[in-house]
Every structure is written in C-alpha cells, then in structure tokens.
C-alpha cells in the first residue's frame, strides 16, 4: 500500500520561497512518478506538476510553469516540490499523490493522495 506524507508548508510573505516534501512508502520509484495537486479553500483541485522516477520527465501546469521546480530522490523516497515567487493566490494545502508523466501529459491516481501540508502566502 502506497503511503505518501506531505511537509514543508507554511506561511510566507508574497515572493518568498517554500520547499515542499513528499516522503513516500510502499511505492516502487522505478515504475511510477509523484506529482503533486493543491485545493484552496472553496476552489477546485488542480494538479500542479508530476515526475517519473525512472526517466525524470515533468509536467507543469500552466499556472505555475516558471515558478515551481519538481525534483525526486530515490534513494530517500522523497518527492520535493520548490515553490518560488509565491503570490496570494497560492495560499491552499497541497497534496502529493502517485502520477506518470506520458507524452507532456499527467496521469493521476487519485486514490493515493496524502493528507497535505498549508502552504499560506500573505501579501
């Protein structure tokens, strides 16, 4: 069983920068990848970016394409995203999960999602 935990959150100042890490269980780095998605309060979840473990492949939603880095180290099981020039709009609890990254494109288990760490951006 899959157990992805999140943490790095917490709350910045508009511009600031925050690295967020997913520390992975029960998952096989050479098979699949780890992406992350966020939900702030009242909005629809959006995925944001995806990497595949084997190959190092990405994909970056449009929103956040330039600002957010994803990067893994297998060896540690860990997933970590780099949030850059934060803006208030931002501010929601992002959530890692399993994903493959195919053709520019992301897939997505949404079953194998981690509970989440806040990220808040004040302006």
């Known amino acids: 069983e899959v157990r992805l935990v999140e943490s790095g959150g917490d709350l910045v100042p508009a511009g600031g920068s925050l690295r967020l890490s997913c520390a992975a269980s029960g998952f096989g780095f050479d098979d699949d990848g780890i992406g992350w998605f966020r939900q702030a309060s009242g909005k629809e979840r959006e995925g944001l970016s995806c990497?595949?473990?084997?190959?190092?492949?990405?994909y970056y939603a449009d929103s956040v394409k330039g600002r957010f880095t994803i990067s893994a180290d297998a060896a540690k099981n860990t997933v970590y995203l780099q949030l850059n020039s934060l803006t208030p709009e931002d501010t929601a609890v992002y959530h890692c999960?399993?994903?493959?990254?195919?053709?520019?494109?992301?897939?997505?288990?949404?079953?194998?999602w981690g509970q989440g760490t806040q990220v808040t951006v004040s302006s």
């Open positions: 990497i595949n473990i084997r190959d190092g492949d990405t």
């Open positions: 999960a399993v994903c493959t990254v195919q053709a520019g494109k992301a897939f997505w288990d949404h079953d194998s």
